[in-house]
């Protein structure tokens, strides 16, 4: 059916909505007749992602019906990385809990990003399961190769430990991680306990999407490194600064 004859069909507000958004990466948020929002999602071009939902077709599943039917308002949120977007999806279901998003999190299927915060260095790892075992855990996240690359890019801005148990002086030497500056060397001493939980705290900050916090933190850090003439520390925090800022850009949510 013609996209025209379709669209008649829709509620007018749906139409006027559908309208202002772009086709740009972001994440966008269904509201019901009463404000709450029933489902969030994100996609590569915001614009032919929602519109799927009010073009049914007999590939449509009855869940996307659904949710086009209860819909009211939509709201969204352009961001400039598919990351960002990852990232911001998964805040955004925690916060609002939506109905059509409950089930991700008793789906064994989707990952979860952890943190085992209960050791000496922790790590960060993916997983498919939640146990009561003292570790921080992230997610679900809908995508598991957006994962791999949230913890890729994670590692390139913190250079966290990734074997088994990084132990100080568990190695004589450090790994080729160390040497290409993918890891901080824990397990050679080369960094403290306290300043390599310190690094996990900011990858924290970053996936609860407090990049505003850790950037006014990581800022301080370097205008008191370079304060000490700890210019490469400094140089580092600088990088790290960019880095964070070029995955998060400034949001902007319109409804």
Known sequence: MPLELEEEKWPLTIREQLKTIPAKTGVYLFKDAQGRVIYVGKAVNLRSRVRSYFQPSSQTSPKVRQIARKTAEIDFIVTETELEALVLECNLIKKHRPRFNVRLKD???????????HEPFPRVLMTRRMENDGSLYFGPYTSSSALHQTLDILRKI????????PAPGKRSRPCL???????????TGQVSEEEYRAMIEQIVLFLKGQTEQ????????????????????????RDQIQAIEKVTQHQRIVS
């Not at 950037?215 to 490194?225: H, N, R």
């Open 214 to 237: 850790l950037v006014s933190e990581l800022w301080k850090q370097m205008e008191e490194a370079a304060s000490q003439l700890a210019f490469e520390k400094a140089a580092t925090l």
């Open 177 to 187: 991680y160390y040497d290409i500056n993918r890891c901080i060397g824990p397990c």
């Open 158 to 165: 913190f250079p966290y430990a990734t074997c088994s148990h």
């Open 107 to 117: 789906d064994k299927q989707y990952p979860y990003i952890k943190i085992t915060w």
